[in-house]
């Protein structure tokens, strides 16, 4: 399993351009969730979604959209970028170990840079 | 979720047991201790959890007070590339949910040569 998996590694975008960051998981994960993180802050949720089809807000939403049309696959959008969106974002997908607790799986991260 | 308390910062030397102290006095009877670790650039990394019982893997060890407001991760044989940020988190729950996983400012682990 390539397990979480995160494109681009880095962008640099200018103030009012869109793009949409990839996320996909081949563990036949339910739950899926985008994090932001901040320098020298902890994580922060933006959205996440508990299967195909369904999509919900978390901590930080505004400013990203998100969909679910595949199990694999949860890609974040940025409208409109801020540089106040600068940060390293993070995917996660949920799932159980055998016979314990669910955890979360993350991917490798993308860095990116609003100027 | 019960709110944790980690010290900001720990040295260990390379090859020593690295011990990892959280305190959680606040923690529900059906809440969970989580560990995770942050190494540099690099996504969150799960390493263990446990309810009350002591818990070991091939990764670290779990020790959880008998009143479950302290644990302790061990990691026991720390190397250079044990050198991380290190979260505990209690939750219900593996982070499900419209709050996820609350990370905080975790224990920064530098493993010394």
């Known amino acids: 399993n390539a397990g979480v998996t995160q494109t681009p590694k880095f962008q640099v975008l200018k103030t009012g351009q869109s793009m949409t960051l990839q996320c996909a998981q081949d563990?036949?994960?339910?739950?899926m969730s985008w994090y932001r993180q901040d320098p020298g802050m902890g994580l922060r949720l933006i959205h996440y979604s508990v299967g195909a089809g369904i999509t919900d807000q978390g901590e930080v939403p505004n400013g990203y959209n998100v969909s679910r049309s595949t199990t694999e696959d949860f890609p974040l959008r940025l409208l409109s970028a801020a540089p106040s969106q600068t940060s390293v974002y993070f995917c996660?997908?949920?799932?159980?170990?055998?016979?314990?607790?669910?955890?979360?799986?993350f991917g490798p991260g993308t860095r990116l840079l609003v100027l | 979720d019960a709110k944790t308390t980690q010290p900001p910062s720990m040295d260990c030397a390379e090859g020593r047991a690295a011990n990892l102290p959280c305190n959680h006095s606040?923690?529900?009877?059906?809440?969970?201790v989580y560990w995770y670790r942050q190494i540099h650039s690099q996504g969150p990394q799960y390493i263990i959890h446990g309810l009350k019982n002591n818990e070991t893997n091939e990764m670290a060890s779990l020790i959880i007070t008998e009143d479950r407001k302290s644990s302790t991760l061990i990691l026991p044989h720390a190397t250079l590339r044990d050198t991380a940020v290190y979260y505990c988190i209690v939750r219900v729950a593996a982070g499900g949910g419209a709050d996820g996983l609350t990370f905080g400012k975790g224990t920064h682990l530098i493993i010394q040569p």
């Open positions: 606040t923690i529900s009877g059906n809440e969970y």
């Open positions: 996660a997908s949920m799932g159980r170990l055998a016979g314990s607790q669910e955890t979360q799986y």
């Open positions: 563990m036949n994960h339910e739950y």
